[in-house]
T-cell receptor
Framework: DTGVSQDPRHKITKRGQNVTFRCDPI?????LYWYRQTLGQGPEFLTY????????KSRLLSDRFSAERPKGSFSTLEIQRTEQGDSAMYLC??????????????FGPGTRLTVL | GNSVTQMEGPVTLSEEAFLTINCTYT??????LFWYVQYPGEGLQLLLK?????DKGSNKGFEATYRKETTSFHLEKGSVQVSDSAVYFC???????????FGPGTRLSVLP
């Protein structure tokens, strides 16, 4: 088990460009979450999937953001027409929902996005 | 709504000092509570958790007790080391399978 991985680790782009990030969860984890973390703040929830279904989206997730998890394994987060305010660390987490115990979320290293 | 408040940092301690990082929460229902740690340049790592009132989570010498009456989950360690220097995040999960709500984090610096 190699943990949650994210790619790329760093992305620098110009304002107005589209970017796509990938997250590979821990194998067999059925839940996958995306968070955004800005400097000096805690992570803020963006969206989550159970298997391939996107079950919840935060109001932070504007219509320029889209996330997919097509086969219930890896996920992608795309930001269209990037703005400087999108500069942040984008974190992915996964968990295994089984029974009624708390499903602890395990985080990846994040993708740091800088929009120039 | 659900929210987490942490003591403001940075917290600077000498090695072997006692550590307390305060965390209080507001939540509907009966949340689970977590402490995560983020070392420089790394992702968040689960440090400890507690799922119901009066539970004590512990790991690597750190402890925190779920206090429902004071809606608190303070992190403590009896003797900190330089390697404990990191940012510590308190978080709650309002219900099973729901997204986490994080506090703003508290930066800890431990000096030799």
């Amino acid at each position: 088990d190699t943990g949650v991985s994210q790619d790329p680790r760093h992305k620098i782009t110009k304002r107005g460009q589209n970017v796509t990030f990938r997250c590979d969860p821990i194998s067999e984890h059925n839940r996958l979450y995306w968070y955004r973390q800005t400097l000096g703040q805690g992570p803020e929830f963006l969206t989550y999937f159970q298997n391939e279904a996107q079950l919840e989206k935060s109001r932070l997730l504007s219509d320029r953001f889209s996330a997919e998890r097509p086969k219930g394994s890896f996920s992608t987060l795309e930001i269209q027409r990037t703005e400087q305010g999108d500069s942040a660390m984008y974190l992915c987490a996964s968990s295994l929902s089984a029974g009624v115990s708390t499903d602890t979320q395990y985080f990846g290293p994040g993708t740091r996005l800088t929009v120039l | 709504g659900n929210s987490v408040t942490q003591m403001e940092g940075p917290v600077t301690l000498s090695e072997e000092a006692f550590l307390t990082i305060n965390c209080t929460y507001t939540a509907t229902g009966y949340p689970s509570l977590f402490w995560y740690v983020q070392y420089p340049g790394e992702g968040l790592q689960l440090l400890l958790k507690a799922t119901k009132a009066d539970d004590k989570g512990s790991n690597k010498g750190f402890e925190a007790t779920y206090r429902k009456e004071t809606t608190s989950f303070h992190l403590e360690k009896g003797s900190v080391q330089v390697s404990d220097s990191a940012v510590y995040f308190c978080a709650l999960q309002p219900g099973y399978g729901q997204n986490f709500v994080f506090g703003p984090g508290t930066r800890l610096s431990v000096l030799p």
